[in-house]
Nanobody
């Protein structure tokens, strides 16, 4: 079974930096897409950054220029470098991977989604 483990969250002052990591393991034939989402208390989950295939990464407007997402295809790992953090960045951050877990699913173009457990990022003075 595919499992995602997130790490790197914590408490940081405004203007500081954090690096989140998401490591995927299990039976993965091919990865279709990976992304980061975040959810603050009382708010809906929102997309932060996404990488699909060989396309350029996409970012939410609120994090453009401050966050950078990267992917290591050989290790099935994705990172999110967060700089110039603001209090409004405070949220639980979740990793999402869409991947093919069998050759059948790959042939029919039906990837499955898997979520990480979440890691808390708190930006406060």
């Amino acid at each position: 079974q595919v499992q995602l483990v997130e790490s790197g969250g914590g408490l940081v002052q405004p203007g500081g930096s954090l690096k989140l990591s998401c490591a995927a393991s299990g039976r993965i034939i091919s990865i279709y897409a990976m992304g980061w989402y975040r959810q603050a208390p009382g708010k809906e989950r929102e997309l932060v950054a996404n990488i699909t295939g060989g396309a350029s990464p996409t970012y939410a407007d609120s994090v453009k220029g401050r966050f950078t997402v990267s992917r290591d295809r050989a290790k099935n790992t994705m990172n999110l470098q967060m700089n110039s953090l603001k209090p409004e960045d405070t949220a639980a951050y979740y990793c999402l991977i869409s991947c093919f877990t069998s050759y059948f699913s790959l042939d029919v173009g039906a990837p499955n989604d898997f979520w990480g457990q979440g890691t808390q990022v708190t930006v406060s003075s």
